[in-house]
């Protein structure tokens, strides 16, 4: 287990309290991370930080509104403010309110939806970048889905009555392309000595 030991790294985990955030932000936590947990509620994140805290784990809830310029710049200058550095970014938060079957789903669904899960995630990952350029290290670490990988698939929902709406696989595929393209077009634009492409 010592292989996977994240002694003093600050993590930053966007949608960290969330179903897929939380289990996340513990696992980073156990192997010995200082985990930052951000989304829109910000109480649900201190309070999750508080739980994580109260089993001698290391984090912090943090507020971030993903679909407003203002909010990221102002996370990663806090950040880097009180810790010197973001080691690890997991770009895990995702708005569902544009998640609507096709024949239904309006321009404003659509906007709401790119401006947090393309517009958002892009900016943030651009101004994590930076700092993690300046460290001459760091991971981002992007989640997509299986409907990114061979989407729309609804079987993989099974009985429990769930879909998947247009926004949703057409922005987790986008991810994986954006996955591709940044790992690839990085590695030739930054000089990391220890820079590994993405998978």
């Not at 010592?2 to 179903?19: E, H, M, P, Q, Y």
């Not at 001698?56 to 996370?75: C, F, N, P």
């Not at 790119?114 to 900016?123: A, F, K, R, S």
Request: one cysteine or more; hydrophobic letters at 40%; aromatic letters at 6%.
């Amino acid at each position: 287990m010592d292989r996977f030991r994240l002694d003093n790294k600050i993590i930053v985990v966007t949608g960290g309290a969330g179903k897929y955030g939380k289990p996340i932000s513990l696992a980073l936590a156990e192997a010995g991370a200082k985990v930052i947990i951000a989304s829109r509620d910000e109480s649900k994140c201190k309070e999750y930080a508080k739980e994580l805290k109260e089993k001698k784990l290391k984090a912090e809830g943090v507020g971030l509104d993903q679909g407003d310029e203002v909010s990221i710049r102002k996370l990663i200058e806090t950040i880097v403010k009180k810790h010197k550095r973001i080691d690890v970014l997991v770009n895990n938060a995702v708005s569902r309110e544009g998640c609507k079957d096709l024949d239904i789903i309006s321009k404003a669904d659509l906007e709401n939806s790119q401006l947090v899960n393309y517009t958002g995630l892009i900016l943030l990952t651009q101004s994590v970048l930076k700092i993690m350029t300046g460290q001459n290290e760091g991971n981002i670490i992007n989640i997509s889905s299986i409907q990114g990988a061979v989407g729309p698939n609804f079987r993989v929902y099974g009985e429990t009555g769930m879909s998947s709406g247009v926004t949703y696989t057409y922005e987790k595929w986008g991810m994986v392309g954006f996955n591709e393209f940044a790992s690839k077009s990085l590695k030739a634009a930054v000089n990391l000595p220890n820079w590994k492409e993405a998978s």
